[in-house]
């Protein structure tokens, strides 16, 4: 898989795929493919919590735990709005801030990847 460089980042890259790797009452999990017409691929990470607790928060970390042993490339996140709650989060299943990118909306966003 090509690595993803957030300058090249356009209107040529597409969602070529979703894939929803788990959907519990407590939380979805899911992994959308981009692509792009030279062939360029990554991979962006969504989870939406329905009801959070400590104990949900346990479960998440394990089945993130086990779902990073058979997907191993890069995963890539941005957060809603700039959030330090948020960044807190998702730097306990690995994501670092890598690079500022704009979105399709023309927000500015910081991009974390969980290498």
């Known amino acids: 898989m090509q690595q993803f460089k957030p ?18 009452p407590d939380f979805c999990f899911e992994i959308e493919e981009h692509r792009n017409s030279g062939g360029g691929q990554f991979c962006m990470a969504h989870i939406a919590i329905h009801r959070w607790s400590p104990a949900v928060l346990k479960r998440m970390s394990e089945e993130w735990r086990v779902l990073r042993t058979v997907v191993t490339c890069p995963l890539y996140a941005t957060a809603p709005l700039q959030d330090a709650k948020w960044q807190k989060f998702v730097s306990r299943f690995g994501f670092r801030p890598l690079d500022s990118v704009i979105t399709n909306g ?10």
């Open 7 to 24: 300058s090249t980042v356009g209107c040529d890259w597409y969602i070529a795929a979703t894939h929803k790797v788990r959907d519990t």
């Open 106 to 115: 023309g927000a500015q966003r910081t991009l974390f990847v969980s290498p």
